[in-house]
């Protein structure tokens, strides 16, 4: 089942088990069945240190990681963990069997204090790059604390549950059998949820930085990395680690690597800055900035902490289009991640607004999946590349429609159709349809800094050459930038740039 690469580097990870593991297994005779069973017996047979038992589970086919002679793990799989869940499975098999997680000491114990029973459910799909983060920090949680249990739901294999539960985003989390939370989250912030929080005292009690990155995509990790091989004191602050990356599927364009996934390079990036000494504090988000005797930055959690130099990079985020509906059935048909997405509407109707490339590339991925695809553009023809646009006129189930001004995203409970406006003849049409996907550019993430720095019209920060700011000690870098291009690859070159221009003040005041 699993292709000769994968299984070697497998071979490799099962010579890391701590102690003996037993896979419980739960399967019928359906075709999923079949997989799993081909699947857990494959890895068996490449271990003399895994057996298999029977299991007993509420859905079929699932089955279970557990330490030999040791009480359940509560780490289950229903479906196959297959696709981006691989590493999940990995993972899981090398923490259950005893191999400490590369997780803070201080998390670790958070963890442990939280009371339960706390039972989680995530739903998946397999394409979906943003899934992994939270099955690996749930099943993570039950091995540490034996109140958890957490249970990945592939999606395509449960499709009437999935339907039954209006689940129309993934990745989604139910606690104890009620919607919990939605869309990628990291360990911490899921630990924020349970109302488990960062002793903010000890954010407080920091000692002074000479460079400190707001923001932690390929911009803020660059960044980071220039300024802590100057032997200075560097810290990080990160809402997620990665930042928007973590949303991109394929990466062709960054040059040394034919080839890459979002996720992929950002475990890379993260490596890289954890080389160096380099104070990381993720899931935190920024609040304010000012100048007293030093930088001071508020996070939203109360906490301030201090620097002689700041970075901003903290990137950009999907543009809404701010219409009736769309916040409303946010995760009830309005999605805005085709891969993650796109295998939920399977066999329905959707839509894409925007016509450039992102917009485009969408509906070619979704028009495999999906019945129909209908993409709306606000302009009179499409802005995607043309090699993209000779693409999407080949599919035979994609209906483009330019001029169009999308006026509501309507529906009950959940997505219904949407309605959108012929900028020629002012009459108004309506698409039934169960999805809507809105691909229509960036927004930079900077309105925190307003009267603080200048900024574009757009709200891009105003830097200079070497990656200053209109505020002496304040430097910027990435998408949240007036950089003329949007890309990973310039992103680290400007964060490369505005840490040599931080460097270069500490030295001068």
């Known amino acids: ?71 359940d793990s509560g780490v289950v799989f229903a479906g196959v963990p297959l ?12 923490q259950v069997s005893g191999r400490p997680p590369k997780t803070d000491e201080k998390v670790i114990e958070q963890i442990k204090q939280l009371e339960g029973p706390l039972h989680f459910e995530t739903y998946v799909s397999l394409s979906c790059q943003n899934c992994p983060d939270v099955v690996q920090a ?24 999935v339907e039954s539960k209006d689940v129309m985003a993934v990745p989604a989390v139910f606690l104890n059998g009620e919607s919990f939370i939605n869309g990628r989250q990291t360990l911490e912030s899921i630990l924020e949820t349970l109302g488990s929080t960062v002793d903010i005292s000890e954010l407080n009690d920091k000692e002074a930085f000479d460079v400190l990155v707001v923001g932690g995509g390929p911009a803020g990790a660059s960044a980071a990395i220039y300024a802590a091989r100057k032997g200075i004191r560097t810290g990080i602050v990160a809402e997620r680690f990665g930042g928007q990356v973590q949303d991109t599927m394929g990466i062709e364009n960054f040059i040394t690597t034919k080839y890459t996934e979002g996720p992929k390079l ?10 160096y000494d380099v104070d990381i504090m993720n899931s935190m988000r920024a609040k304010s900035l000012a100048k007293k005797d030093l ?46 997405d796109g295998p939920i509407f399977e066999g329905k109707d959707v839509a894409v607004v925007g016509g450039g490339n992102s917009g485009i590339e969408a509906a070619i991925d979704l028009a495999g999946i999906v019945k129909h695809v209908t993409v709306l553009e606000f302009l009179p023809e ?60 960036l927004v930079p993430n ?9 900024r574009s019209k757009f709200g891009e920060i105003l830097v200079d050459k070497r990656g200053a700011t209109s505020v002496p000690g304040i430097f910027a870098a990435g998408d949240c930038t007036d950089s003329a291009y949007k890309q990973i690859i310039i992103s680290m070159g400007s964060g490369a740039t505005a840490s040599l221009g931080a460097f270069d003040h500490l030295i001068r005041n």
């Not at 069945?33 to 494959?42: A, H, K, P, R």
Request: with cysteine; proline share 3%.
């Open 382 to 441: 499409l802005k995607a590349d043309k090699v993209l646009q000779e693409r999407l006129f080949s599919l035979p189930n994609v209906t483009v429609i330019t001029n169009a001004r999308t006026s509501e995203i309507y529906g009950s409970d959940k997505v219904e159709g949407i309605r959108y406006v012929d900028r020629e003849t002012e009459e108004e049409h309506t698409v039934e349809l169960a999805g809507v996907f809105i691909q229509i550019g």
């Open 83 to 94: 696709g981006h869940e691989f590493t999940s499975l990995v993972l899981a098999l090398l």
């Open 266 to 275: 950002v475990a890379n990036l993260e490596e890289h800055v954890r080389d």
């Open 295 to 340: 930088f001071e930055l508020e996070l939203e959690n109360g906490a301030t902490l201090k620097s002689k130099t700041v970075i901003v990079s903290t990137g950009a985020r999907w543009r809404n289009i701010g219409v009736p509906g769309e916040a409303e059935f946010k995760n009830k048909g309005v999605a805005y991640c085709p891969h993650c």
């Open 1 to 71: 089942m699993l292709e000769q690469e994968i299984k070697s580097q497998l071979n490799e990870y099962l010579k890391l088990l701590e102690n003996d593991l037993v896979l419980k297994v739960q399967i019928g005779s359906d075709k999923v069945s079949q997989e799993v069973d081909e699947l857990v017996n494959e890895i068996a047979s490449m271990s003399d240190r895994i057996t298999i038992e029977p299991g007993d589970f509420p859905r079929t086919p699932s089955f279970s990681i557990n330490q030999k002679g040791s009480e």
């Open 446 to 454: 900077t309105e925190w800094l307003e009267g603080t720095v200048d």
């Open 138 to 161: 749930l099943n993570l949680m039950s091995v540490v604390n034996p109140a958890i249990t957490h249970t990945m739901v592939e999606g395509s294999a449960f499709k009437e549950e």
